[in-house]
């Protein structure tokens, strides 16, 4: 070959091509000298025009329509050349056989389907968009009972489910046995889509079947299906109640299964709440353990008391080994009551809990022991200081962080668009399939809220809530004025010890002791402060360096690698115009006119996916269903 190569080019090109290689490397040369081959074209002229459509041999399938062959005719099992487009997803010639009229609800194959239940079966969006442009209609059911929704169900092609729905399918379609999509994706799909995807859209949990009168979650149960019994149990609230025609209620059959690996421990504990007799739930035990207010309380109430209790043993006139005793007592009391009260869900709400204590019992220090050591002035900017702090934590607690809340009419529109541009927005750098929305630049789904967060920074325990494009300004002045707090108190403290106790702190073992002796309750909080001051300057500072100097939140610092907008720079922000800038942008602070911040709402931010996706867009893809090889024979 190579030498056949050489003499279709001139003598001088390939002297040349061999004269370069002196060191052995001839074939290598003349390798390079070799011409492109053009590609080999498949000859389909042997082709009947079945085995041309399932192919997708264009040319062929328009040589023998054009010959007379029409384009409705079906084969030996009723399958028209429309059904075999579809299954194999040749979309140019779906249009080509929709342009000459080809029926597109024909009725064909054992399960006498339409091709848009072919294609729905194969999971072909592209193909699907085109066959409903043309009117095709998603809710004839097949020989099986089944409509489209169902079979996309069925098979976990989620993009599908919703498309049907954003065009106007009922979520709650009940096929011939009454089994809902809901249904169907409980008892086949093992996945968290499209159970999610329908709980958002609508579905309803409740719906029974007309064969067993089981709903979603019986189907779950029955194929032990963890992540949809998980998913409809705690993100749907469905009933565990309803007993199906055999007397069986979905708490029943999992009550059953208890210490099956497949439960979540949620799910047990909701199917214990559940069972719960009205009698039990007299007891002062039970609802304590059960009412989810109770326990909310408790866990608030938690920190405060044991805060309390500390400070009391620190001050007692006893030894010290019999303090540390008391201490080890007081933690085994508390942490015996958190297992047995909390589940994870409040624990969550311990940061938050310590922090709201803490600072309580600032307050009531500093006007029992320490306003009357400090002048009235720096009272005064102890409680401006409070003021701000409290507002911040507010607005960092309660205010909305920036989250993405699109109507259902959006959602559909959102789909509907993405899937009629071939599904390229479906992708989960830039379509959130929890919340249906696409995602803004700098958004993120946050696992924890379960809601999707425009410039999201992370979700913060200190506050309880996402930190994002509202309210990472207030965050910002939180942790500032929290910082100049402890400080305060610090201050407030030694101010006290040094004019109420004489406390010198010459000698720090000694200074410790008279502090004991004088009033250890002071010490205590003191103390509190200097450790809230230690991870506060940590956090404030990495925060500050962050937005102001890099120009990036959390957590894009902390998944670069995985934004192509910062891969494009080397890791570095796109979105940084120096520290000076970068403070203005964040702060949306003008001066009186001085300075003119760079405004963009990130909410609905989307030109730099655009101009991605055109990049993508011009490469040379090879789509799903446009290759000439392996085609799809039967709808099975």
């Known amino acids: ?113 339409t091709p848009l239940h072919w ?135 999992l009550e059953t299964q208890t210490g099956a690996i497949w439960i979540g421990a949620k799910v047990m504990d909701r199917v214990k709440e559940s069972s719960l007799s009205s009698q039990q739930k007299r007891s002062l035990v039970q609802r304590l353990r059960h009412d989810k207010r109770l326990r909310w309380w408790a866990m608030v109430a938690s920190p405060f008391t044991g805060f309390y209790l500390i400070g009391i043993v620190f001050t007692l006139n006893i030894q010290y080994i019999i303090k540390f005793f008391f201490l080890g007592c007081l933690y085994s009391i508390f942490h015996s009551l958190g297992k047995a009260l909390f589940d994870e869900h409040l624990m969550a709400l311990l940061p938050l809990s310590v922090y709201l204590a803490t600072k309580i019992w600032f307050y009531i220090t500093w006007v029992m022991f320490i306003v009357d050591a400090v002048s009235f002035a720096e009272t005064v900017c102890f409680l401006i200081c409070s003021i701000a702090l409290w507002i911040c934590f507010l607005k960092s607690w309660k205010g909305d962080p920036g989250i993405i809340k699109p109507t259902q009419e959006q959602r559909f529109k959102t789909i509907v668009e993405l899937s009629e541009r071939g599904g390229i927005g479906f992708e989960p750098s830039s379509f959130c399939s929890g919340c249906l929305v696409r995602r803004p630049i700098r958004s993120k789904h946050c696992s924890v809220c379960d809601r999707c967060v425009a410039r999201f920074d992370h979700h913060c325990p200190w506050v309880g809530n996402c930190i994002g494009l509202k309210n990472h300004a207030y965050f910002m002045g939180f942790l500032w004025m929290l910082l100049i707090m402890c400080a305060w108190m610090l201050y407030g403290g030694t101010s006290f010890y040094l004019n109420e106790c004489n406390v010198r702190f010459d000698d720090f073992l000694e200074g410790l002791r008279r502090i004991s002796n004088c009033n250890a309750w002071v010490g205590w909080v003191m103390g509190n402060a200097m450790l809230h001051m230690s991870w506060v300057v940590l956090l404030t500072v990495c925060q500050t360096y962050q937005m102001i100097c890099l120009g990036m939140t959390t957590n894009e610092r902390m998944n670069r690698g995985r934004y192509r907008h910062f891969q494009a720079k080397g890791g570095k922000s796109p979105f940084t115009r120096g520290v000076f800038n970068n403070l203005v942008d964040f702060l949306e602070c003008t001066c009186f006119g001085l300075v003119k911040p760079k405004r963009v709402d990130w909410m609905n931010f989307y030109e730099m996916d655009i101009e991605l996706n055109k990049k993508i867009e011009q490469q040379p893809l090879l789509r799903s269903g446009e290759s000439l090889d392996a085609p799809n024979y039967q709808y099975v």
């Not at 099992?77 to 056989?97: K, Q, S």
């Not at 999509?181 to 093992?190: F, S, Y």
Request: proline share 4%.
């Open 119 to 253: 294609a729905t079966r194969q999971g072909h969006l592209g193909a699907v968009v085109l066959l409903m442009s043309a009117g095709a209609d998603p809710r004839i059911r097949d020989a099986e009972g089944c409509s489209c929704i169902h079979i996309a169900a069925q098979f976990a092609h989620t993009a599908l489910v919703a498309y049907f729905i954003a065009k106007g399918v009922d979520p709650n379609l009940q096929d011939r046995g009454g089994m809902t999509a809901l249904m169907w994706a409980a008892w086949k799909v093992c996945a968290l889509d499209p159970v999610r995807l329908l709980l958002t859209l609508g579905a309803n949990p409740a719906m029974v079947d007309y064969t067993h009168g089981n709903t979603a979650l019986h189907w779950a149960i029955l194929a032990r299906n963890a992540t949809a019994i998980s998913t409809l149990v705690l993100k749907s609230k469905a009933s565990l109640e309803v007993p199906n025609l055999r007397g069986e209620t979905p708490s029943s059959m």
């Open 1 to 113: 070959m190579y030498q056949s190569a050489c003499n279709a080019a001139t003598t001088g090109s390939c002297n040349a091509g061999v004269e370069t290689d002196r060191d052995g490397n001839q074939q290598a040369a003349l390798i390079s000298q070799e011409p492109p081959t053009a590609p080999i074209e498949p000859d389909y002229s042997g082709f009947d025009i079945v085995k041309a459509t399932q192919y997708g041999a264009i040319a062929r399938v328009r040589e023998l329509v054009e010959a007379g062959w029409d384009v409705n005719q079906p084969d030996s099992e009723t399958v028209t050349l429309l059904h075999w487009a579809a299954i194999n997803n040749r979309r140019d010639i779906i249009r080509y056989f929709l342009e000459k009229g080809a029926a597109v609800d024909a009725i064909g194959g054992e399960l006498s389907a």
